[in-house]
């Protein structure tokens, strides 16, 4: 029996519910790779046996040469092109941006051409930016990091694009932000093809609590990084940094080679509010995320940000986003 197929009681061959072949980039991110695709091998069989039983992939190529990803580690693609209608999803895994051709143009071809036979195509990680870059997202919204957002605009005005979610599935295209995104939206195709319980098995073994979905939110991107000044993104990177609330503000100033007087001017004029109220406004981000990821309890969450008690704590973050901390987190488990 060939290891992509199970029999049935009556002894006949059925093949994998879920058929995902792979296109590695040129530097692909290798994280957002192996959590796909081990997703995929730990929904297909049970006790983690890695038989490909409900699933089955491939690692398709112009090629057989080995792919260098981002980290230096290499992977052979395990197929040649073939049919794209033997897959139910096409996976294109990019990585850095900086490479000129991440894929070759046999490679674009044979998107195209799956694009033509109708089979859904995934861009994770970067990977949007190649589907973009052959024509293949004109009419779909693409999910990217909030890291690559800017460029994607720059690149490509006239398509649609999202930093907010972790990933997105816009008809006959995919997108993921990468990293651990890349398991849930694995997950969320074993829960269409193979089963619930597959996908529980999956996330178990890899230690992840639950499957987040195409609502949830990405991890927010940093505050600094919607202002040109370097010495106040300096500023706000150490106060991520310091996110218990110990630094002083007149130490954050010397860290950057400022008087506390002259800090203040400056985040005044480019932030509108002083490096205090940044500092509390990080520190309330950060325990807001925390609140959403965890099961943590209040006082826990308190003692992260710098508060003594939670009574302190819940009043900063009503003052702060206008709900309680309890309020937020029950808010956000009714969306899940």
């Given at each position: 029996m060939r290891p992509e197929q199970h029999r049935q009681a009556d002894g006949a061959a059925k093949p994998a519910q879920l058929k995902v072949g792979f296109v590695l980039a040129r530097s692909f991110t290798?994280?957002?790779f192996a959590l796909f695709i081990d997703t995929l091998r730990l929904a297909s069989d049970e006790q983690d046996r890695s038989g490909r039983v409900l699933a089955d992939w491939q690692v398709i190529g112009s090629?057989?040469?080995?792919?260098n990803s981002s980290c230096g580690v290499q992977v052979a693609p395990t197929s040649d092109f073939v049919d794209p209608s033997n897959f139910n999803y096409i996976v294109v895994v990019g990585g850095l941006l900086t490479v000129e051709n991440p894929v070759d143009q046999q490679t674009i071809t044979f998107l195209?051409?799956?694009d033509a036979k109708k089979v859904p195509l995934i861009g994770v990680c970067t990977g949007s930016?190649?589907?973009?870059a052959a024509g293949l997202m004109k009419?779909?919204?693409s999910c990217v990091s909030w890291l690559h957002?800017?460029?994607f605009r720059e690149r490509f005005p006239d398509l649609g694009v999202?930093?907010?979610?972790?990933?997105?599935?816009?008809?006959?295209?995919?997108s993921c932000a990468g990293g651990s995104s890349a398991a849930d939206m694995a997950a969320l195709l074993v829960r269409k093809y193979i089963s619930r319980d597959a996908e529980r098995n999956a996330l178990e073994v890899l230690q992840i609590e639950k499957a987040r979905t195409t609502a949830d939110i990405q991890p927010r991107r940093p505050l600094y990084d919607d202002y040109d000044d370097a010495r106040v993104k300096a500023a706000m990177i150490t106060m991520e940094q310091f996110v218990d609330g110990s630094i002083s503000i007149q130490k954050l100033a010397a860290m950057v080679g400022l008087s506390r007087r002259q800090l203040e001017r400056i985040f005044l004029d480019k932030t509108g509010m002083s490096p205090a109220k940044a500092y509390n406004r990080v520190r309330m981000e950060r325990a807001k995320s925390i609140l959403v990821q965890s099961k943590a309890p209040l006082i826990e969450i308190a003692l992260d940000v710098g508060f003594e008690n939670a009574s302190q704590?819940?009043?900063?973050f009503k003052r702060t986003f206008g709900q309680t901390p309890s309020q937020h987190r029950a808010a956000a488990s009714r969306v899940h």
């Open positions: 290798l994280s957002a090629t057989r040469h080995l792919i195209r051409q799956a930016f190649i589907l973009a009419r779909h919204e957002y800017k460029e999202r930093s907010d979610r972790l990933f997105n599935l816009d008809r006959q295209r995919g704590f819940t009043r900063t």
